[in-house]
């Protein structure tokens, strides 16, 4: 295996200005510069992690704390982390929500884990840190980046959509199709996005005419085994509703399989709307029609603005994600 010392040695020169050149730190003059140049590309010479992380002074490691390492949601989010730290000659390393602590005390261990680690940086999605959890890391805050939350005191840190404007634009779309008896299943309340995009939903309903309390709404997981349960609830309360709002894709497609199992036509007697716009509404049954939501720009963008703090690059970063609606085929205008 090709190390340092053998780039050096080719090329004339001491371990250190090899080292100056692999790194891009230090001075080096240009003439010396092209003939390290030339013998890392003679003997092939790839610095391992750990030369890497020496020469720079760095552990080129990023963390990413996440709640669940299971369901169509984190999986996509993870594959853009990775896929750009790679690039950039960094990698990843996950933590997520393990142990008997509720799912703040988890994630408060997860993040102490990846700092532990030495990691430059933090990636971090959890609804269940407060204010003073952030304040109590310190210095480590100036290199954390928060997507799905925000948090007053990193406001710039924070990477989020306006998940209000998606639960407005979720009653629009079923208002348009002329539904006016709906049932909501939510998400858990302690969850600050599903409260603001079920928000949205209703107040765009008492716009139009429809109060809350004419809207059957059930709350649980955000796992399609708490759709399937849900929509089972909903069929048994005997409430009268032509469409149904999910607040995310999973218990939008748990709810399809127990529709489909009770011999609900969807379309035809309901239609079903999801939120977030992942994977899995391409391939449920029907189609799932879903409030698009641009993780995979909001998660860019998260990262480049860390990687701006952590590294001294100057990646562009925007903070305004637009949100659609994807249309398949669970939505329909309601019967007569």
Not at 61 to 89: C, H, N, S
Not at 121 to 146: K, T, W
Not at 181 to 210: C, K, Q, W, Y
Not at 228 to 236: E, G, I, K, V
Request: with cysteine.
């Amino acid at each position: 295996m090709t190390t340092i010392k053998d780039v050096a040695r080719l090329a004339g020169v001491g371990v250190g200005t090899a080292s100056r050149v692999v790194s891009g730190k230090g001075s080096v003059a240009p003439a010396t510069a092209e003939r390290v140049r030339k013998a890392i590309a003679e003997l092939e010479f790839r610095p391992s992690h750990a030369a890497r992380s020496l020469l720079s002074g760095s552990s080129q490691m990023i963390g990413v704390y996440i709640p669940v390492l299971k369901g169509t949601f984190y999986t996509p989010i993870l594959q853009v982390i990775d896929t750009e730290l790679r690039t950039a000659g960094h990698h990843m390393v996950v933590a997520f929500g393990c142990g008997d602590g509720d799912a703040r005390r988890q994630a408060i261990e997860g993040i102490d884990f990846l700092i532990e680690r030495g990691c430059d940086g933090l990636v971090v999605m959890s609804n269940a840190l407060r204010d003073e959890d952030i304040g109590a890391l310190g210095p480590n805050q100036s290199r954390l980046v928060v997507l799905n939350h925000s948090f007053d005191g990193i406001a710039d840190h924070c990477f989020t959509a306006d998940h209000k404007l998606g639960g407005m634009l979720a009653a629009q779309t079923l208002l348009e199709l002329r539904h006016r008896r709906f049932a909501v299943i939510a998400g858990p309340s302690t969850s600050p996005d599903n409260v603001a995009r079920v928000s949205g939903f209703m107040s765009e309903l008492t716009r139009h005419g429809i109060e809350a309390s004419q809207v059957l709404t059930l709350q649980s997981d955000f796992s399609p085994e708490g759709g399937w349960t849900s929509a089972r609830a909903l069929l048994a309360s005997g409430h009268e509703f032509t469409a149904l709002f999910c607040a995310n894709d999973e218990m939008a497609v748990g709810a399809l399989s127990y529709f489909q199992q009770a011999g609900i036509s969807v379309p035809g007697a309901v239609s079903v709307l999801g939120y977030d716009d992942t994977h899995s509404a391409e391939y449920s049954a029907p189609r799932l029609t879903s409030i698009h939501i641009p993780w995979s720009d909001i998660t860019l963008n998260g990262l480049h603005w860390l990687l701006n703090q952590c590294y001294g690059t100057t990646h562009p970063v925007v903070r305004v994600f637009p949100i659609s609606v994807t249309w398949r085929a669970s939505v329909a205008i309601a019967a007569a």
